[in-house]
């Protein structure tokens, strides 16, 4: 008896054993998720148009939330205080043989107000800018007034190497995942009033991709008259 | 009882069905998640083995029923006995390499190898073939074709599987070169025009061509032999239709196509420029280089399905990659890619962009990063040219990994004659790398030492994208122009240096000023030549990269101690070209006179800190802008 009633007792062991035993199988890729997703950053700069005066102002802000879906719309990523390591090139377009990184220049011919985070200038031409993070937005607002006359051009960029973020309703059945962070934009007034003809007719630089293909948009050029 | 046997099974259900069913479902597609785990090895199944038709007994069998044939139709040949006038073209040799040493012999050897025997099916075109027979850790035998008059003096051991007879079954104008030829470093394609390889081209074996010459000469139609050749064979399935009109439908003049690798920081497909081409079917082996817009164009017949491939290297410059699924000895072998087995209505256009693969240690990504460091390597010696910088060496050992090596670096191992420095050179690039996959490393690297190495994975865990990569090699090319300036000796003793600091060391450590003065070169150079290398591309992506590039060089600030290595002067030779800086960053820069290759001639052996630097500068040029040089490197700190 004793032997039957510890067989049903092993029975019914193996019988609660075996789902958690499956569940530990079953429910795991072993494995690691490595993810790249791409972003892109809006900036807006008022008001929009072509030409300005000397002394007129121009805004510059920066706005968005700590989470964010990636460029095509799958996935969210959370970046909790992070570093875009951005910068913003501000340069005269003067030679029209020479790329738009080869212009000189321009930091001298402007005059930075800074509201909220900070635009600073390191070079004739390189401002490293430092966005405000209050919790929950990264924020930057800026007023540039226009000192000299001249064809200029702003292009903000990121760091080449941005480190991880934080993927929002990650798949389940991975041991880690890796939510990295791929080639990230910044895309200045939705990628319209952006002033291109003037970057394309006093540079070598060119414009000519698809917006299918060329997504970012870190660009904008403007004309200084008297 | 019952009930708990019900809850049993009840929670079986719920267990397996949470593994279905989540709360907050995850927005990642398929093909991102596919993507995101890597791919597996890509590892060749070869398929049922074929009798070779191809061995001189064949042939010669083949040639006496043809004679026979032709004596019944009462058609005239020029020859008696036919068969006793033909001798082998080739050997098919099969090599069995029993250690790294020989393995890394036969590779130098620059024959055309081929991981998986050329007479056997293939049932699935992966990347590498690993031969069940060697075991999981065993080195795989390597197969090729060596001219029947060519000796073979490596010493690996070898079975030579057959004598072969090889001409051009093709009765038409397409005369197809000899498969196999002496390879001279940088002179992969002797049949390519463009290559400059005279010495090949002399040498060039044409047994196939000689075979096929002494057929027509025999009056032997070469379609009929091939035919028989292959009904004797039991490969009936390869019979050709013997109506001329017919088998020039069904068969290629040429394997072509286009080569690139994505850009994933732009979002184009670049092409990519110089790289080895391989097809093959049977024992038709055809190679050429693509050209510099990623083209390729081979003149061969393929009347059936033939194999491509891309390999990484040229015959001088070769990239290699440690990875963490490869297996062990396919370390040595140039990375490659097979594209796949194509129809002859396919061949005509056989094109493969290589794709990012966010998982560093995937095969994919290895080959990704392995296109990138091609066009890199060889754009840096092209920019160099562009800018008056003197720089002729391209044969170059590279080495690529995932995270399991040091960061990247130009070690220029192959240039240095201290043994002890070459190893403890090696130890460094490969500390923290433990176990078998470190001791198999240490032998392999020790018989190819490494010229330029790069680690692709992040930091943070992900493949590097295109951007990362290109001011990394950019920066080691750097390296390797400045190595052919100041050579061996000072190399020796800069690698010895960071051995024995176990990196920059800081400002004080005796000797730091060889390392300011070098790192800041190559630190000049990568971004230097990365910002023009986006500039020339169209669109917002490229120029916001070409901007970081750029600005990342000018916005040092010396005076920033916390930062690490503030102390190397990444920004003073881009300041000597360009134009004034803001007070912010406390550097007096009023000089823009100098241009890079003004720079680079005063990087020269007998120059080792950054004092020296400026006196060299100075007189070489004159003394060009001297109060504003003084004032520029006093702001580093020098």
């Known amino acids: 008896m004793a032997t039957n009633k510890n067989k049903i007792r092993a029975g019914l062991i193996t019988q609660l054993l075996f789902p958690l035993i499956l569940a530990s199988f079953s429910c795991t890729h072993n494995e690691t998720l490595y993810l790249s997703k791409e972003f892109s950053l809006p900036i807006e700069i008022t008001p929009t148009k072509e030409d300005y005066k000397v002394g007129d102002t121009l805004k510059i802000d920066i706005l968005f939330p700590k989470i964010i879906f990636d460029r095509g719309n799958n996935v969210q990523y959370l970046f909790e205080n992070y570093d875009f390591d951005a910068f913003l090139g501000i340069r005269e377009l003067k030679d029209k043989s020479k790329t738009l990184v080869d212009q000189p220049g321009a930091n001298d011919k402007f005059k930075i107000i800074n509201k909220i985070g900070e635009i600073s200038p390191f070079s004739q031409s390189g401002n490293k800018i430092f966005l405000s993070f209050n919790g929950t937005e990264y924020k930057l607002s800026s007023n540039i007034i226009l000192l000299e006359p001249g064809i200029y051009n702003f292009i903000f960029s990121t760091g080449l190497s941005l480190s991880n973020a934080e993927l929002i309703n990650p798949p389940s059945g991975y041991e880690k995942i890796i939510a990295g962070v791929g080639p990230t934009y910044f895309i200045v007034n939705r990628g319209i009033d952006i002033n291109i003809n003037l970057l394309t007719n006093n540079t070598t630089t060119t414009f000519d991709l698809p917006d299918s293909i060329d997504w970012a948009k870190p660009v904008f050029s403007f004309q200084v008259i008297e | 009882m019952k009930s708990l046997r019900n809850y049993s099974f009840i929670l079986t259900f719920l267990l397996i069905s949470a593994c279905t069913i989540e709360d907050s479902p995850s927005l990642l597609t398929t093909e991102e998640e596919i993507t995101g785990q890597g791919d597996p090895e890509s590892l060749m199944v070869l398929g049922e083995k074929k009798e070779n038709p191809f061995t001189i007994e064949n042939v010669r069998s083949a040639l006496d029923f043809l004679e026979n044939k032709y004596q019944k139709e009462n058609r005239r040949i020029n020859c008696s006995n036919c068969s006793t006038s033909l001798t082998p073209t080739h050997r098919y040799v099969k090599f069995r390499p029993q250690n790294y040493d020989q393995l890394t012999a036969l590779d130098l050897t620059n024959y055309d190898l081929w991981d998986y025997p050329l007479d056997v099916d293939v049932q699935y075109v992966g990347d590498y073939y690993h031969d069940s027979g060697v075991g999981q850790d065993g080195i795989t035998p390597f197969y090729t074709l060596v001219p029947y008059q060519y000796p073979i003096t490596v010493n690996v051991p070898y079975d030579v599987i057959s004598d072969i007879y090889l001409y051009n079954e093709d009765d038409g104008d397409i005369q197809d070169a000899d498969p196999w030829d002496p390879t001279y470093p940088g002179c992969v394609d002797p049949t390519d025009i463009e290559a400059d390889c005279p010495a090949a081209k002399k040498t060039l074996i044409n047994n196939t061509l ?125 990375v490659k890619k097979t594209i796949g087995e194509f129809s002859t209505s396919q061949l005509q256009n056989v094109s493969y962009t290589f794709p990012y693969n966010s998982n560093p240690n995937s095969n994919a990504a290895t080959q990704w990063v392995a296109g990138h460091t091609w066009n890199t390597t060889r754009d840096a010696v092209y920019k160099n040219g562009q800018l008056g910088i003197n720089y002729s060496a391209d044969a170059l050992n590279i080495w690529v990994s995932s995270r399991i090596t040091q960061n990247a670096s130009a070690p220029m191992l192959r240039t240095l004659f201290t043994t002890s420095i070459i190893s403890s050179g090696l130890d460094f690039y490969l500390a923290g790398v433990s176990g078998p996959i470190g001791v198999v490393a240490k032998q392999i690297l020790q018989n190819l030492l490494p010229d330029i190495t790069l680690r692709y994975g992040n930091s943070s865990g992900t493949t590097q994208s295109t951007s990362q990569i290109v001011e990394t090699i950019y920066h080691e090319m750097g390296h390797a122009t400045h190595n052919t300036l100041v050579g061996n000796s000072y190399w020796t003793d800069y690698i010895y240096y960071i051995v024995t600091n176990g990196g920059y060391g800081n400002k004080n450590t005796s000797g730091s000023g060889r390392i300011a003065v070098a790192e800041a070169w190559g630190a000049y150079i990568g971004g230097l030549y990365g910002s023009m290398y986006y500039g020339s591309f169209s669109g917002g992506a490229a120029l916001s990269l070409s901007n970081s590039m750029v600005l990342n060089l000018e916005n040092q600030k010396p005076s920033n101690t916390s930062i690490s290595n503030y102390w190397i002067p990444r920004g003073l030779y881009y300041d000597l070209t360009d134009t004034s800086e803001p007070s912010s960053t406390a550097i007096v820069d009023n000089v823009n006179a100098y241009t890079p290759a003004m720079i680079f001639q005063s990087l020269s052996s007998n120059v080792l800190t950054v004092g020296q630097f400026k006196t060299d500068l100075l007189a070489r040029q004159n003394n060009l802008q001297s109060t504003q040089v003084t004032q520029l490197v006093q702001g580093y700190g020098y």
């Open chain 2, 210 to 334: 000689e075979a096929t010459k002494n057929l027509d000469e025999m009056g032997i139609d070469r379609l009929d032999l091939y035919n028989v050749m292959m009904e004797l064979s039991g490969n009936k399935d390869e019979i050709l239709d013997p109506t001329e009109e017919k088998a020039r439908i069904y068969s290629t003049n040429t394997v072509a196509g286009t080569i690139k690798v994505k850009d994933n920081s732009i979002n184009v497909d670049v092409p990519l420029k110089g790289v080895l081409i391989k097809t093959r079917r049977w024992f038709k082996l055809r190679r050429a280089l693509t050209s510099f817009n990623g083209q390729y164009s081979i003149s061969v017949n393929y009347r059936k399905k033939a194999i491509v491939s891309v390999h990484f290297t040229d015959g001088s410059k070769k990239i290699r990659g440690i990875n963490n699924v490869w297996k062990f000895w396919q370390f040595a072998i140039p």
